[in-house]
T-cell receptor
Framework: GDSVTQMEGPVTLSEEACLTI???????????LFWYVQYPGEGLQLLLK?????DKGSNKGFEATYRKETTSFHLEKGSVQVSDSAVYFC???????????????FGQGTILTVHP | KAGVTQTPRYLIKTRGQQVTLSCSPI?????VSWYQQTPGQGLQFLFE???????NKGNFPGRFSGRQFSNSRSEMNVSTLELGDSALYLC???????????FGPGTRLLVL
């Protein structure tokens, strides 16, 4: 079945440092890929998405490129801020017909803490 | 446009009781999905409803059930609560189930 693997956390960075959170996936065909962010006490917010190979999703300075050859969708940001502190989830929606309707498969989440 | 809303936000129950959670999707969205989030298991898919029909289901026991109404609002029910059911329950909506999902703030359930 579909699966998503994220890099182990937590990740602690100083403000203005570069961020990379690795995400790899296993799925048949061409799934849609997402990054969601969760702030303390809240639900998930969509950060960015990509629906086909070589697509680059971007939002709020974050970027991720859909790499079919390496089955990866790594999240990057050139300069993080204290306000970026949150839990980041990589997710996919598969293409397997009925079993993919409304279903996202998530990675385990990566806690990011940014210090001033 | 209003986002996904979930009620109640917090709930405390005791073992053996049952609970019903409610979710109102974004206006125009007909697909509603439910997820359970726990520190140990992460985010797990419970089920998805579209046009009042359960169309997809995750690997949860029959104690977990749901339904969807004609206005696309959805409820989730958990019967015979167990301590392990303590979790954040998240609802998400999308237009038809194959587009981007948008999440509500969740209902935090504590079972004592």
């Amino acid at each position: 079945g579909d699966s998503v693997t994220q890099m182990e956390g937590p990740v602690t960075l100083s403000e203005e440092a570069c961020l990379t959170i690795n995400c790899t996936y296993t799925a048949t065909g061409y799934p849609s890929l997402f990054w969601y962010v969760q702030y303390p006490g809240e639900g998930l917010q969509l950060l960015l998405k990509a629906t086909k190979a070589d697509d680059k999703g971007s939002n709020k300075g974050f970027e991720a490129t859909y790499r079919k050859e390496t089955t990866s969708f790594h999240l990057e940001k050139g300069s993080v801020q204290v306000s970026d502190s949150a839990v980041y989830f990589c997710a996919l929606r598969g293409m397997s017909g009925g079993t993919s309707y409304g279903k996202l498969t998530f990675g385990q989440g990566t806690i990011l803490t940014v210090h001033p | 446009k209003a986002g996904v809303t979930q009620t109640p936000r917090y709930l405390i129950k005791t073992r053996g009781q049952q609970v019903t959670l409610s979710c109102s999707p974004i206006s125009g969205h007909r697909s509603v999905s439910w997820y359970q989030q726990t520190p140990g298991q992460g985010l797990q898919f419970l089920f998805e409803y579209f046009s009042e029909t359960q169309r997809n289901k995750g690997n949860f026991p029959g104690r977990f059930s749901g339904r969807q109404f004609s206005n696309s609002r959805s409820e989730m029910n958990v019967s015979t609560l167990e301590l392990g059911d303590s979790a954040l329950y998240l609802c998400a909506s999308s237009l038809t189930g194959v587009e981007t999902q948008y999440f509500g703030p969740g209902t935090r359930l504590l079972v004592l």
